[in-house]
């Protein structure tokens, strides 16, 4: 068993890691070490991506075989079920994520599109399908906020989504306001929105590591993209995954195809 992606949990009590082997596994702590107490299965071929929801009571998982599982975590068994299973997508679903505010998932996939969905009446179903990369879309990151995320896709564009709600009826639609090209070479494999400073890092197939800041234009609901930082040779092969730390709003963690993983400090100019 190889793990594909780590989450964990918001308590930072557990773990989840999905597999090759079409599995996903939540870890516990325990008296210092981590032990399986659950194995979700489900899925048919290998998971790709899995996100805890704010809250911690759910999970997320996607998976190569076009959809996207909903886990629940029931408290009286101390174990997950499947609350809903989406097969909304026509091709591998590379990325899913929560809102950090609200019961909302967002997934990523080899279609080309982003797919947005949501509990209706006790069941999940696709509220929005966003269409605006041309080829695959490989990473997602939400604002703190919870009503932006940037998209990431293998036509070497990011795209920047906003929240626009419209009347009483509570009725929503999510738009681009920003779609920033021209400075990726190659495949943006990763994109991560720094919860503190609102910095957008990308990891990308040229070996690169890029920083953009992101100024909102509230006239006209519209955003611009400044690169503020470009790392060349950030490693040696593609940049598959960046995160900026948690709580120091300079550090960023790089991964990469040269099988080395580094810690960057960013010294921003201004």
């Not at 981590?34 to 998971?47: D, I, Q, R, S």
């Not at 997320?60 to 079920?81: G, L, N, P, T």
């Not at 990891?203 to 890029?210: F, L, M, N, S, V």
């Not at 930082?229 to 960023?252: E, M, Q, T």
């Amino acid at each position: 068993m190889h793990a594909h992606v780590v989450a964990w949990s918001p308590c930072g009590n557990y773990l989840a890691s999905c597999s090759f082997d079409a599995t996903t596994c939540i870890w516990s702590k325990k008296d210092g070490e981590f032990e399986c107490m659950a194995t979700l299965e489900g899925h048919e071929n290998e998971v790709k991506c899995v996100d805890w929801s704010s809250s911690g009571a759910y999970l997320a998982s996607c998976s190569r075989d076009k959809s996207v599982w909903i886990w629940e975590f029931v408290e009286e068994d101390e174990d997950y079920e499947c609350a809903s299973v989406l097969t909304d997508h026509s091709q591998d679903v590379k990325h899913v994520i929560w809102s950090p505010k609200e019961n909302l998932v967002v997934s990523a996939s080899y279609d080309n599109t982003i797919k947005i969905f949501k509990e209706v009446d006790d069941d999940w179903e696709c509220c929005h399908t966003l269409a605006g990369h041309e080829s695959t879309v490989w990473s997602l990151s939400f604002h703190s906020s919870g009503e932006l995320f940037v998209s990431s896709g293998d036509d070497k564009v990011l795209k920047i989504w906003q929240r626009f709600k419209s009347g009483p009826s509570g009725g929503e639609k999510w738009i681009s306001i920003c779609t920033i090209d021209g400075y990726h070479t190659r495949p943006i494999y990763d994109v991560d929105w720094c919860k503190a400073t609102h910095k957008i890092a990308t990891a990308c197939g040229d070996d690169r590591i890029r920083i953009f800041s992101i100024e909102m234009n509230a006239s006209d609901a519209s955003a611009t993209a400044t690169m503020e930082y470009c790392k060349d040779k950030a490693h040696s092969h593609d940049v598959n995954c960046v995160r900026w730390h948690p709580k120091v709003n300079n550090i960023i963690a790089s991964g990469s195809d040269d099988n080395s993983i580094k810690i960057w400090q960013f010294h921003p100019s201004h």
